[in-house]
């Protein structure tokens, strides 16, 4: 290949990664009005509780975003649509200046839901001018992460509706659900099978503890009971290496060793254990993250999930314990006394 036909295939390359982004920045955006679509202007701008926020206010706050770190910077001689927006739509960013209350979100009937909507519409403008810009390469970084930023108040724009909703007399729908013309499913009756996890927990502040143990209906097959013995032993040997000052990947090691030496790694999922989150199942951890490759040191205080699991999809058979941990100077303290045993049920 040339030198030339090269400049010609980055030059090709980069085009396609614009337009990309441009394509996802759209679908994004566009996703954000689709959620707000159902929802009246009365809708849009109630608060139920506190911790929830008007849809109205995410869908300036996530605009707000744009316009902040991406149009002031870098989109020469962009203006702000309006000045006052920085108050009233910034959320945690302490840096970029002082911010309305959380609690009063509600309380911002000014401006009106189409004056969000122009201020959406005059940032998108300014976003198409600005990825047409050929601009530096931190600039679709930044475009990445707001619309990341975006999804996620998509997810809460849901959340908080669903809450709204819940308050209302006669708990109105989101959206109507076309009733199924559902199959004869036959007769109802037990199906067996081998073995099943069961998690439970308790949530608060969003912060959801998971207690996971191993049941079984029916007598254990050996095959399972070998596999919850190997899981309860990672177990141990990951809290046993867990105190303030280790570095995560030590008990993680600790548990897969365990795993490794019964011949069962390659059914091991990836993550023996991850800071308590938000949300259950946690689709993601907080730091510390106990897996291969996290560069996270444990801490005191620190409150830790652990599950080392193994799944073997071809045996349809799986184990796994989950267990909480408060890190300590001198070890990790166990949140539950639950003993671990293998539980058999009938
Ligand atoms: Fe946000």
Not at 77 to 97: H, K
Not at 198 to 205: D, K, L, M, P, Y
Not at 290 to 305: N, Q
Request: hydrophobic share 40%.
């Amino acid at each position: 290949m040339t030198s030339t036909d090269q400049r010609t295939a980055r030059a090709a390359h980069a085009d396609d990664a614009e337009r990309d982004l441009l394509e996802h920045f759209r679908a994004v955006r566009a996703g954000s009005l689709a959620r707000a679509a159902p929802l009246s202007a009365e809708d849009q701008q109630a608060q139920s509780m506190p911790d929830a926020s008007p849809t109205k206010w995410h869908l300036a706050h996530v605009t707000w975003f744009f316009e902040t770190f991406l149009l002031t910077p870098f989109l020469h001689g962009y203006r702000a649509f309006d000045p006052a927006f920085g108050y009233l739509f910034n959320s945690y960013y302490e840096t970029v200046g002082p911010r309305h209350p959380r609690p009063a979100r509600g309380l911002i009937t000014r401006p009106g839901l189409e004056r969000v909507l122009a201020y959406r519409a005059h940032v998108d403008a300014a976003m198409e001018r600005l990825l047409a810009s050929d601009p530096p390469a931190e600039v679709a970084e930044l475009v990445v992460l707001g619309l990341a930023h975006e999804e996620q108040h998509q997810e809460l724009i849901l959340m908080d509706v669903l809450h709204l909703f819940a308050q209302m007399p006669g708990h109105p729908a989101y959206r109507a659900i076309p009733a199924e013309q559902s199959a004869d499913a036959g007769p109802m009756g037990f199906v067996d099978f081998d073995g099943g996890l069961v998690e439970i927990g308790a949530n608060r502040r969003r912060y959801t503890s998971t207690l996971g143990r191993q049941w079984n209906l029916g007598p254990a097959s050996q095959r399972l009971k070998d596999l919850h013995a190997v899981i309860r032993d990672a177990t141990e040997a990951c809290i046993a290496e867990m105190r303030a000052g280790v570095a995560a990947v030590v008990p993680h090691e600790a548990a897969k060793r365990v795993i490794a030496k019964a011949g069962l790694d390659q059914y091991r999922m990836h993550t023996t254990g991850y800071g308590m989150a938000p949300g259950f199942p946690p689709s993601w951890g907080e730091s510390p993250n106990v897996f291969g490759g996290s560069s996270d040191i444990l801490k005191a205080g620190m409150v830790v999930s652990i599950e080392p699991n193994v799944f073997l999809a071809q045996e349809g058979l799986g184990a796994r314990l989950i267990d909480n941990v408060i890190i300590t100077e001198s070890g990790a303290e166990l949140l539950s006394r639950t003993p671990r045993d293998l539980v058999i049920v009938g």
